[in-house]
């Protein structure tokens, strides 16, 4: 059996999600404003982090956070990679 490595997996899934995101671009220059647009543009925003707020010791004033965007358009993204990925099996 021919097993990848999580790295390669990861690989293409972060690709599949730059995939998705220039598709929602493309979408958002091609497609008039209204309610498909709208659906193809919406996403969500999940993570972790300090939100607006800094991190302020008074020598050392840092951001910490890690987030993410899901829409249709970036899970189109990864189902079109992960596709990819099974195809060169």
Do not use: E, H
Not at 33 to 38: A, I, N, T
Not at 58 to 77: M, P
């Amino acid at each position: 059996m021919n097993k990848k490595s999580i790295y390669f997996i990861l690989l293409i899934i972060f690709l599949g999600c730059i995939l998705g995101t220039a598709l929602s671009m493309f979408v958002g220059f091609v497609l008039p404003d209204g309610v498909v647009k709208d659906f193809f543009l919406l996403s969500q925003t999940f993570g972790f982090g300090a939100g607006d707020g800094w991190f302020d010791f008074g020598f050392l004033r840092f951001r910490l956070g890690f987030f993410f965007d899901v829409s249709v358009l970036s899970i189109i993204g990864i189902f079109v990679s992960w596709y990819i990925l099974r195809y060169f099996k």
